[in-house]
């Protein structure tokens, strides 16, 4: 039974460098500019990292039993990825949120245990990504 419901959105935007190949993780980031190398990032200036999430918010993710929903929301193509919130989850990262495959948790992790990382991304939305004029609604659920 869901007692807590809390939502978050922000925007971002693409870079002709996304690439979006790594299998394990995902993320969005303040920084404007983005080299080859990073590519579990789907989205650079974002407009929040994850110390600008609501205190409400990043409290509810740091239970065991959280559920985190991650929608990417692009005009006419809508991404959701699934996982779990963690004890272990510090949420304080000024410039970056990363959605993880594995239980693996850091300063920058917003959930854990996700169903999809940067290369599961449908691929209509990444070729999209690529063009810096792309802006996307990022929307951040956490249910306990």
Same mark, same amino acid.
Do not use: W
């Given at each position: 039974?869901?007692?807590?419901?809390?939502?978050?959105?922000?925007? $971002?935007?693409?870079?002709?460098?996304?690439?979006?190949?790594?299998?394990?993780?995902?993320?969005?980031?303040?920084?404007?500019?983005?080299?080859?190398?990073?590519?579990?990032?789907?989205?650079?200036?974002?407009?929040?990292?994850?110390?600008?999430?609501?205190?409400?918010?990043?409290?509810?993710?740091?239970?065991?039993?959280?559920? /985190?929903?991650?929608?990417?929301?692009? !005009?006419?193509?809508?991404?959701?990825? $699934?996982?779990?919130?963690?004890?272990?989850?510090?949420?304080?990262?000024?410039?970056? /949120?990363?959605?993880?495959?594995?239980?693996? $948790?850091?300063? %920058?992790?917003?959930?854990?245990?996700?169903?999809?990382?940067? %290369?599961?991304?449908?691929?209509?939305?990444?070729?999209?990504?690529?063009? !810096?004029?792309?802006?996307?609604? /990022?929307?951040?659920?956490?249910?306990?």
């Amino acid at each position: 039974m869901i007692q807590l419901k809390i939502v978050e959105e922000f925007s $971002a935007r693409g870079h002709p460098n996304i690439t979006a190949t790594h299998r394990t993780t995902l993320e969005f980031t303040k920084e404007s500019t983005l080299t080859r190398k990073g590519n579990c990032i789907v989205a650079v200036d974002a407009a929040k990292g994850l110390k600008d999430l609501s205190e409400a918010f990043r409290r509810a993710c740091q239970d065991d039993n959280a559920r /985190i929903l991650v929608e990417i929301d692009s !005009p006419g193509i809508v991404m959701k990825i $699934a996982g779990r919130g963690s004890h272990l989850l510090t949420l304080s990262h000024p410039e970056e /949120i990363v959605i993880r495959k594995s239980t693996y $948790a850091t300063d %920058r992790t917003l959930m854990i245990g996700a169903d999809a990382a940067a %290369r599961d991304v449908d691929r209509r939305l990444i070729h999209k990504l690529r063009s !810096p004029s792309t802006r996307i609604l /990022i929307h951040l659920t956490v249910e306990v």
